[in-house]
């Protein structure tokens, strides 16, 4: 069974939108952590955020907030006012276990392209 | 400098090639890893390691194996490369609390 699941291979949003990425994701441990990271057409895996499983408020850096709903085991991700630079493919990933850092799960990402 | 170097960036090979691809840091992590991109796959792991004495098979360990030489150094060998390897190729480290981890630039791997 896919242990992250991103339903929307591309998503489109006018510049200075907002947008929401989907990312739902199955694990029975109690202890993971949440990850999305954007990967720009020049290559590059940037981190843009974090959630621990624990953590009570939602996660936000800067124009990037994570609308974490634990019951329901999603972690979306939302960009504010969308610029042209934002297009890229996204990835939400997670870190499961007491052991922190085993292993990263992906998913399979989604292509955000932000129009002028 | 970046926090986390991979060298080379970018590189041909023949099958049957021998190749090592190399991967630096200067976070000070313990937590390395090695994963491969595929388009539509997102990235999988290939090996991880939790320090120096420390080696683990990922997902997708057939045909690759690792050296971890020092706490900032982790690198990734095809003892034979085959055409199904061409890949871009990611180094991470991440901190042992879990709240960091970061990414190499990649290395595009292309096998002929």
């Known amino acids: 069974a896919q242990k992250i699941t991103q339903t929307q291979p591309g998503m489109f949003v006018q510049e200075k939108e907002a947008v929401t990425l989907d990312c739902t994701y199955d694990?029975?441990?109690?202890?993971?952590?949440l990850f999305w990271y954007k990967q720009p057409s020049s290559g590059e895996m940037i981190f843009l955020i974090y959630?621990?499983?624990?953590?009570?408020q939602n996660a936000t850096e800067g124009r990037y907030s994570l609308n974490f709903q634990k019951a329901r085991k999603s972690a979306n991700l939302v960009i504010s006012a969308s610029q042209l630079g934002d297009s890229a493919m996204y990835f939400c990933?997670?870190?499961?276990?007491?052991?922190?850092?085993?292993?990263?799960?992906f998913g399979p990402g989604t292509r955000l392209s932000v129009l002028p | 400098d970046a926090d986390v170097t991979q060298t080379p960036r970018n590189r041909i090979t023949k099958t049957g090639k021998r190749i090592m691809l190399e991967c630096s840091q200067t976070?000070?992590?313990?937590?390395m890893y090695w994963y491969r991109q595929d388009p539509g796959l997102g990235l999988r792991l290939i090996y991880y390691?939790?320090?120096?004495?420390?080696?683990n098979k990922g997902e997708i360990s057939d045909g690759y194996s690792v050296s971890r030489q020092a706490q900032a150094k982790f690198s990734l060998s095809l003892e034979s490369a085959i055409p199904n390897q061409t890949a871009l190729y990611f180094c991470?480290?991440?901190?042992?609390?879990?709240?960091?981890?970061?990414f190499g630039q990649g290395t595009r791997l292309t096998v002929v």
């Open positions: 390691s939790f320090d120096v004495k420390d080696i």
């Open positions: 694990t029975s441990d109690q202890s993971y952590g």
């Open positions: 959630q621990g499983s624990y953590d009570e």
């Open positions: 991470a480290t991440s901190d042992l609390g879990g709240r960091e981890a970061f």
């Open positions: 976070k000070g992590h313990d937590r």
């Open positions: 990933a997670m870190r499961e276990g007491q052991n922190y850092g085993q292993n990263f799960v």
